[in-house]
């Protein structure tokens, strides 16, 4: 203890705020490794746990998302077909794969009027953000 005082005590005199800072801090890299070690497994089970419990909430979230998705688009599908045009005046598409989008601001239900067909690449701009203008 008494080393290490006088050795701050002799830095802060001798090299001033840039010697003290890099001891001070190469100090703190030497206790985080040494504590890194000591608490390794105990730190590997709460960052399991809570990599667990993120999984968890990311995957229910995930498939109740999808459930939806899936069975509007079914429905979709078997209520008014394939979607075989664009609807975006704007389009710039090549016209040739069109998908079911869901308008913004409208919920997946089973409501025509929440879709509307866009081709694959206003659909990928729409879901981006970009205005899209309906016939
Ligand atoms: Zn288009």
Redesign the pocket.
Known sequence: MIAIKFDKLGRRRGTGMLGKKHSEETKKKISQSERGKIVSSETKEKHKKRMLGQKNEKSIAWSGDKVGYYGIHDWLFSNFGKANE?E?IW???D?EKFHWAKLENRKYERKRDNFIQ??V??HVRYDRGYRIKLK
């Open positions: 664009c975006n389009c710039l598409g016209k866009l081709c690449k206003c």
